[in-house]
């Protein structure tokens, strides 16, 4: 038992040190499976065979080492150690036959699984970036030859091009500086240039709102704009005896069509 | 349909002899720096040539010399051998220098594509950082795969002939370590027990059933 | 210049077989970006390596083949065989970015489609100019799509299997949406570099090409 004390005093006083380490180099770790990783190796064994047990401990450590030092910790990092302190008591209890969900075990499986596939990539990672490269061990022919006779201009565009384009799109209105802007207006004076190229051709009724110019109609804004200039216009081509007006009833959509040539 | 017409007509577009293809071959490929798939060499070569056969006996023709043809996925190309890289240095460009952020999740996208989002994050246990994304498609070593047919349809990611050509890989099935860790279980989808937890965002992790077919693609 | 004894005795200092040297001349000559004259070679290879005999192989080696080491004044280059120049007329591309404008139209009736020309302008804010349009049409990544069933009947316009082919993408819904952009960083929080915008007017700045939007009058 004295013994037991005394390693237990001794791993959490390394524990200490290394939690401190941690901290204070808090920076250079990509989040709490990072950490956990990293004080995996402290336990000096097979990923395979380690103890999520004391695991758990050195993270719970290492977190509240954090806050002694009034480190702000990122909230995954806080998400991390409230799972773990879950998943140490779920270790140390005897399991309840009442309560649902996996058991301890199952879950310090799946993190034991987590740690061993995350060390697994770091080093893939390595072996791939370490191997022979194209354009630092091994190069692509440096004279590519090119015939002077038919030329063809070949644009190039990549997906990447194309995402940032629609984005820009999207976001352009987010960097405009602050300053009022005129809502879009059609004027009366385009209505009314356009109808009169328009309405030759309306021989039977038609709806006004079908003369609508393209690009006006989607937008709320701009077609309640073209509506009312549209609308003007109609009146003004009325008054001037080049086209009929009329309505069913009040409110019911107005119609029109060019004024029979000869009345 | 007499066979005496037809002969007429294909000696107007015979094939040259092989030894001529394999010389054509030879020369269109030296010419560019770009990989290029059969097909695309065909497409130059003249009528009725077998590029396939071509690409062979060129391809041992140039086994131990200083230049080699490489295979890169489907795309074949002249690469000096790797062991005379220190005689390149005027040729050697300016390598970025990749964070370990993009490294692990340009490795996790080669080893688990297609791959989600959602998944490096889950793999590297940190949301994937702002541009890592962006770097690795601009370097044109990733790109998008299909969606994947679960709720969200997430886009994936796959890596690219580009990188393959990088890399000196003729296909994905030749990254290092590739056979150990599917045998020893690591490329292998396994869910969380219970209530999931995202440990990136703490978030409840989508099913992701029925997509070990997708992950096999690649590999198979 | 080789002989027996110098074989087991191979110090740091003495140059490499002949096969090896012409190996490395052959991969440098292969890599270098214009012709190199022996002197330039030499200083490149190891030391005391006999520039001037291992060309002399690399150029027998290469008699015949469809790529041949020539003498260009008093350096060298790989330059294909001249009876088969004729392979190269294909070669010759002019590498060009597409234009801000072109790029956003296309990005829009990738996202949009199938779109309208007046859609198209009402979510760029900017007229699309005929050139626009042609260029896209021209390089077969649009095409029209059926005619909207309002009034004017106007033409739609949708991308082609050759955009997917050339951007790598199975289908247009593979491209990720707006709240996948942000989260993988593509939607950048600035203005991305080198798109410049009109901060006054809110309207695109022209093309270096001169291929500018035409400004119609439409909106003032």
């Given at each position: 038992m004295p013994d037991d004390q005394f390693d237990a005093d001794r791993v959490s006083t390394e524990d200490r040190l290394a939690a401190e380490a941690l901290v204070v180099d808090l920076?250079?770790?990509?989040?709490p499976l990072d950490v956990l990783l990293t004080l995996s190796r402290?336990?000096?064994?097979?990923l395979r065979k380690i103890s999520i047990l004391a695991l758990a401990e050195q993270y719970l450590r290492f977190v509240e080492e954090a806050k002694r030092l009034r480190i702000e910790l990122a909230a995954d990092y806080l998400v991390m150690a409230a799972w773990l302190a879950f998943l140490k008591s779920r270790l140390l209890?005897?399991?309840?036959?009442?309560e649902e969900g996996p058991s301890g075990e199952e879950l310090a499986a799946h993190l034991a699984f987590q740690l061993e596939r995350l060390e697994a990539m770091r080093r893939v990672s390595a072996q791939l970036m370490g191997r022979d490269r194209l354009g630092r061990d091994f190069f692509a022919r440096g004279m590519t030859e090119s015939v002077t006779s038919t030329r063809k201009v070949h644009y190039r565009a990549s997906v990447l091009d194309l995402m940032q384009a629609y984005a820009r799109i999207k976001t352009r209105?987010?960097?405009?500086?602050l300053h009022f802007r005129r809502g879009p207006v059609f004027t009366m004076e385009q209505a009314l240039e356009r109808m009169k190229g328009l309405i030759g051709h309306a021989i039977e009724w038609g709806e006004l709102s079908q003369f609508l110019p393209e690009g006006?109609?989607?937008?709320p804004k701009k077609r309640r704009s073209a509506m009312a200039s549209t609308f003007a216009a109609s009146l003004e081509l009325a008054k001037l005896g080049q086209v009929e007006l009329r309505q069913d009833?009040?409110?019911a959509p107005l119609q029109l069509r060019a004024r029979q040539a000869r009345s | 349909m007499s066979d005496a017409p037809e002969k007429d007509v294909s000696s107007l577009f015979e094939a040259p002899p092989m030894a001529e293809q394999e010389r054509m071959v030879e020369a269109i490929l030296f010419a560019t720096s770009e990989p290029m798939s059969a097909r695309q060499i065909e497409a130059r070569l003249?009528?009725?040539?077998?590029v396939a056969e071509a690409l062979v006996h060129v391809r041992k023709r140039y086994?131990?010399?200083?230049?080699h043809l490489t295979k890169i996925g489907d795309a074949w190309a002249f690469r000096t051998a790797?062991?005379?890289?220190?005689?390149m240095q005027k040729e050697q460009v300016e390598e970025r220098k990749l964070s370990r952020a993009a490294m692990e999740t340009l490795a996790i996208i080669a080893y688990?594509?297609?791959?989600?989002r959602g998944e490096i994050e889950e793999i590297r246990g940190?949301?994937?950082?702002?541009g890592t994304i962006d770097l690795l498609l601009e370097l044109e070593w990733i790109k998008l795969g299909r969606r994947r047919m679960?709720?969200?349809?997430p886009v994936t990611f796959i890596v690219t002939q580009t990188f393959l050509d990088h890399f000196g890989l003729?296909?994905?099935?030749?990254?290092?370590?590739l056979k150990e860790l599917r045998e020893t279980g690591l490329l292998e989808n396994r869910p969380p027990?219970?209530?999931?937890?995202?440990?990136?965002?703490g978030e409840e992790i989508e099913?992701?059933?029925?997509?070990a077919d997708d992950q096999d693609d690649m590999f198979t």
């Open positions: 920076d250079g770790f990509e989040g402290t336990q000096k064994v097979d209890l005897p399991p309840d036959p009442e209105d987010d960097f405009e500086p006006w109609i989607l937008d009833e009040a409110f | 003249p009528h009725g040539a077998d086994q131990g010399r200083g230049v790797p062991d005379l890289g220190f005689l688990h594509q297609p791959v989600t940190v949301s994937v950082s702002r679960t709720p969200g349809r003729e296909s994905a099935r030749d990254l290092p370590g027990p219970g209530a999931p937890i995202d440990l990136a965002t099913d992701e059933d029925g997509e």
